[in-house]
């Protein structure tokens, strides 16, 4: 491993773990100097086996980690996720962040005794067209037993199906993205800060890469593996069958605001994305869809004033695990 990945793997750790440089001197007790670590994570130089030991000791961490050999993230997935949009050096800071974040996560797991073993149960499952998209939609809320109706919190329902979800800060430009560490743990990031996104694209960026995750996607296809991910995303929110019988059948000539409001407040999807479903379907004609975009979405694209999903869409499994290790250990010290 370079130096520069070797700078890039230990910069990220202290961030991960909030700590400063002063701070990380305090954990090694003294064993390394702010000086040593500074010239680390500026690739000036790297530590000697015993530093190394006493940093990893005190960021909790393999000395594998700064190897790159503790965890294998597939890399060409994140760059297929992300359309090539982030740097080299991003995507190796983003590397090193899962790497760390999942060694860590899967630790925690068995300590805490919540194993969990994830299963794809639509694997092979291919997508080329809108109807395969919706077919999925309907196929995995089949399997996940989530019935037809609005999922009330999804990264929660994501979470208890075993897909590891790190909320973290990502380029403005990218909203979520996935891959796989061993091929067998998949790992979902997302940036939920509310300045940057709203709850329902949340909920929509995290079915996207679900997609992602769990389907095949074949080449030569009429769509392309991003739309074909939206398509699935946006019927596995709000299902073909829900959306046609809220909107009281299979044809409507006029889609109103009100309605769709109502239906966003429930089944936490924005106005454009229904405004897209009501057209895939055929719901609506290509004039109404047009003038929705033209006259009311392209005007108010964060939707303000348009109602919102008031459920709360958060993740817990990792704060639940820290807890119940805590109480673990007090039980040990009895």
């Known amino acids: 491993m370079t130096n520069n990945s070797f700078s890039i793997r230990l910069r ?15 954990r090694t007790n003294g064993a390394i100097t702010k000086q040593s670590i500074s010239r680390y994570e500026k690739g000036i130089m790297r530590p000697k086996r015993g530093a190394l030991q006493a940093i990893a000791k005190a960021l909790n961490i393999s000395e594998e980690y700064f190897e790159g050999t503790n965890l294998k993230i597939d890399m060409p997935m994140l760059r297929t996720t992300s359309n090539g949009k982030l740097s080299e050096d991003e995507l190796q800071a983003l590397e090193a962040k899962l790497s760390f974040w999942a060694e860590q996560y899967l630790a925690k797991e068995k300590e805490a005794g919540f194993p969990t073993r994830f299963k794809n149960p639509v694997k092979g499952t291919k997508v080329s067209t809108l109807e395969d998209a919706i077919h999925a939609a309907d196929l995995l809320r089949e399997k996940w037993h989530c019935g037809d109706g609005p999922i009330a919190s999804i990264l929660r329902l994501l979470e208890r199906k075993g897909i590891m979800i790190l909320a973290a800060t990502l380029p403005d430009y990218v909203f979520g993205m996935s891959t796989w560490a061993d091929k067998k743990h998949p790992l979902m990031v997302l940036d939920m800060r509310q300045k940057k996104t709203t709850v329902e694209r949340l909920r929509f960026t995290a079915a996207h890469e679900l997609a992602h995750l769990l389907l095949a996607f074949p080449v030569n296809a009429e769509l392309d593996i991003e739309k074909r991910c939206n398509k699935f995303a946006g ?10 019988e809220e909107m009281g059948g299979e044809k ?8 769709m409001i109502d239906l966003r ?8 994305a229904q405004v897209h479903a009501a057209w895939d379907i055929r719901m609506i004609s290509r004039e109404h869809y047009d003038w929705w975009f033209d006259e009311k979405i392209k005007k108010n694209r964060l939707e303000v004033g348009w109602g919102e999903y008031i459920f709360p869409e958060t993740i817990g499994r990792e704060r639940r695990m820290d807890v119940r290790i805590v109480n673990i250990e007090k039980n040990n010290l009895k």
């Open 252 to 259: 409507r000539d006029v889609l109103t605001l009100e309605e």
């Open 235 to 244: 019927f596995f929110l709000f299902t073909r069958q829900a959306l046609i």
């Open 265 to 272: 407040e429930v089944y936490g999807i924005s106005i454009a």
């Open 12 to 26: 990220e750790a202290r961030l991960m773990m909030g700590l400063s440089m002063d701070k990380l001197v305090e």
